[in-house]
């Protein structure tokens, strides 16, 4: 039997569920015309430079891709006035995370993560053997304090989700401040800055500072978000010197495709496709806010692309009837909220349809609105 042979670790490992894909619904349902407001990425799709760029590569793929991402790394590298070498591409930012417990993690060894937060740090803590030693959030925000009692002289790595998902809360500057000087430094940090672009609050850390100062922190941001190249996978991580080498030793050698490199370099040139996509999201917040307080809905204001609301039903039943009316969401069940849902800020023309199927939905199912 598989059981037998197989790593004992790995059957106490849940899968990754990601949102469901529009094909496949349309074709369980049989419908057409679906949105998706599950996953968090860039309704307004990527940058028309970034797709231009891939067609024009296209004859070039029977090529190696440039192990190194030197170009990328560069451009990375002068947009955040940093060094391209305390740089790291990943295939995603999940792959960095899947580096980062390869290279630090041994059996025994303990990793403090929020919850809930990215389920995906539990995941790479538990491949590698480590115990995940769970904080519950605080007002639906990180509660470093609580976070900073659990280290003990076993942990290893404190994972960090800055934006966290699925709130789209952020902690502060000095909230950070404090928790790394209480904290041990042989403790690594990962802050993960996946929802970065969109951030509005003027208290959040420029966690970039920390790296300067040669803290023993990560920070890991991404392309799939606000530059909407999900589909190419293209993360990368910023760290002292040392940290980026121990995590090129378990580096696969071309991890980065050829076409996602040349995206996400022509999607850094066009920051006005950026902005535009922020202003957008800042405008769909404001029209979603402004339904759901005149609706009675709870939500946590966000910081992030997508929003945490309380609908007052079970999140499973809200997620069946949205999908026949061609809507994805997300349900809050996953991350321990059961009459919770999170969806992702949409074009204007989604928002609306959203909230046209929320209201409907919510009627059906008995819930007051």
């Not at 599950?38 to 004859?59: D, H, K, T, W």
């Not at 039943?317 to 069940?333: A, S």
Request: glycine residues 6%; proline residues 5%.
């Amino acid at each position: 039997m598989i059981e037998d042979i197989a790593r004992k670790v790995i059957f106490d490992i849940k899968p990754y569920i990601p949102g469901k894909p529009i094909e496949e619904v349309e074709r369980e349902l049989g419908i057409k015309d679906v949105i998706k407001m599950a996953s968090n990425e860039n309704p307004f799709g990527p940058s028309p430079r970034a797709v231009e760029a891939m067609r024009a590569s296209l004859q070039k793929i029977s090529m190696y891709p440039d192990g190194n991402c030197f170009y990328l790394k560069d451009m990375i590298a002068n947009l955040l006035c940093i060094e391209p070498d305390n740089i790291i591409v990943g295939n995603g930012s999940d792959e960095i995370l899947k580096l980062i417990a390869e290279a630090f993690l041994e059996p025994g060894d303990e990793i403090v993560i929020a919850q809930p937060s990215f389920s995906e740090y539990e995941f790479v803590g538990k491949i590698m053997g480590a115990r995940c030693v769970f904080v519950p959030l605080k007002d639906f925000t990180h509660d470093l304090e609580a976070m900073g009692r659990a280290v003990t002289e076993k942990t290893k790595i404190v994972f960090v989700c800055n934006p966290n998902n699925p709130t789209g809360t952020a902690v502060t500057k000095v909230e950070v401040d404090e928790f790394l000087k209480n904290l041990d430094p042989r403790v690594l940090v990962v802050f993960d800055e996946a929802y970065y672009e969109y951030v509005e609050d003027e208290e959040y850390p420029q966690t970039l500072e920390y790296v300067a100062e040669e803290q023993n922190v990560i920070v890991l941001r991404t392309f799939s978000k606000i530059y909407g190249l999900a589909g190419q996978r293209v993360g990368y991580g910023i760290a002292k010197l040392n940290i980026i080498s121990a995590l090129n030793r378990v580096r696969e050698p071309f991890n980065v495709n050829l076409l996602a490199q040349v995206a996400a370099r022509a999607a850094l040139e066009d920051q006005e496709h950026v902005e535009k996509s922020r202003q957008g999201n800042r405008e769909g917040k404001d029209y979603l806010y402004q339904w759901f307080e005149e609706k009675g809905i709870s939500y946590v204001p966000t910081q992030a692309n997508f929003i945490f609301l309380k609908v007052g039903a079970d999140s499973q039943e809200v997620f069946k009837e949205m999908m026949k009316l061609g809507v994805i969401i997300r349900t809050g069940d996953i991350f321990g909220h059961p009459d919770f849902i999170r969806i992702t800020v949409g074009t204007m023309e989604e928002n609306r349809r959203f909230t046209e199927s929320l209201e409907k939905v919510l009627k059906e199912l008995g819930s007051k609105i």
